[in-house]
């Protein structure tokens, strides 16, 4: 069985920020990600990294403001987002999969609770 928590969401003024964690228990898997949820909307695909090949995979909205890291030995799965936007405002999911990197949800066997950020202008 494996369980990922997140943390690290909260307040963040635009222009701002965040690093959020994903902390993995269980058997080690091939894909960590991130995806998020904003208000009213379906949830999306951030990044994703592949941890023993380290190869990532960015959601264009945010390839130039976030980096994808950590993951490989059961290790925790980071997501710095630099130069935060009020679009950014969401739900942020972590996620993990067996397979290759994917930006598709049905890809990933294993979810997180969520952690809420904020970006307030």
């Known amino acids: 069985q494996v369980q990922l928590v997140e943390s690290g969401g909260g307040l963040v003024q635009a222009g701002g920020s965040l690093r959020l964690s994903c902390t993995p228990s269980?058997?080690?898997?091939?894909?960590y990600a991130w995806f998020r949820r904003a208000p009213g909307k379906e949830r999306e695909f951030v990044a994703a990294l592949d941890g023993g090949y380290g190869t990532s995979l960015y959601a264009d909205s945010v390839k130039a403001r976030c980096i994808i890291s950590g993951g490989s030995a059961r290790s925790t799965v980071y997501l710095q987002l630099n130069n935060l936007k009020r679009e950014d405002t969401a739900v942020y999911y972590c996620a993990a999969s067996s397979r290759p990197p994917s930006n598709r949800e049905a890809d990933y066997d294993y979810w997180g609770q969520g952690t809420q950020v904020t970006v307030s202008s």
């Open positions: 269980g058997r080690t898997l091939r894909t």
